[in-house]
């Protein structure tokens, strides 16, 4: 209580801001050199704590990008061996087309042969029913000209028994006609 009495009140009733300023210039005066060092202080300690947060901002940084490159590296992993599967898929797929091609090389080969052997098969079946039809036109020619000579002799023959029939006495002409 005395100090409280010898100084005064603990808050005073005017004070400026000057008088405030000054008396704490004076102080930092008197204690300059505690006043260096906390401020040195202070500055290494805000540096080391900007220093410690940009480590630690960094390193999640870092961790980050190792992360991030451990799943490009496992996605490419992932990527060649879907791109080795695509390349056997391809490989059966070209040798699927190539043995389809040469099923198809074959296959119109024996069609062409087929068609080729079918063409000269129709070919000899033709000349072989032109041959049949020209055979038939001299058979049935044949045919009319012995069925002419059968109708003739028979029409002959029935003439030569009605002469005989009715002439008995010229069965000499009859004869006659035999001969001719």
């Known amino acids: 209580m005395t100090d409280l009495l010898r100084w005064g009140t603990i808050f005073p009733d005017k004070r400026t801001f000057g008088a405030g300023t000054r008396s704490g210039l004076k102080w930092i005066a008197v204690h300059s050199l505690q006043v260096a060092l906390g401020v040195a202080a202070a500055i290494g300690v805000g540096s080391a704590t900007w220093c410690g947060m940009a480590y630690m901002h960094y390193q999640q940084v870092a961790a980050g990008e190792l ?3 451990m799943r490009a590296e496992r996605v490419n992993a992932d990527l060649q061996g879907a791109l080795a599967r695509l390349q056997d898929q391809l490989a059966v797929a070209r040798q699927n ?4 091609q040469s099923r198809l090389s074959s296959l119109n080969e024996d069609a062409q042969q087929s068609s080729s052997s079918k063409a000269d098969r129709i070919a000899q079946l033709t000349r072989a029913l032109e041959q049949a039809q020209r055979d038939m036109h001299l058979v049935e020619a044949q045919r009319a000209t012995l069925m002419a000579r059968v109708s003739k002799a028979e029409t002959e023959r029935t003439r030569r028994i009605e002469v005989k029939n009715v002439s008995p006495t010229k069965s000499s002409d009859v004869h006659t ?3 001719r």
């Open 67 to 69: 992360a991030a490159a």
């Open 97 to 100: 087309l190539n043995t389809a």
């Open 177 to 179: 006609g035999d001969s």
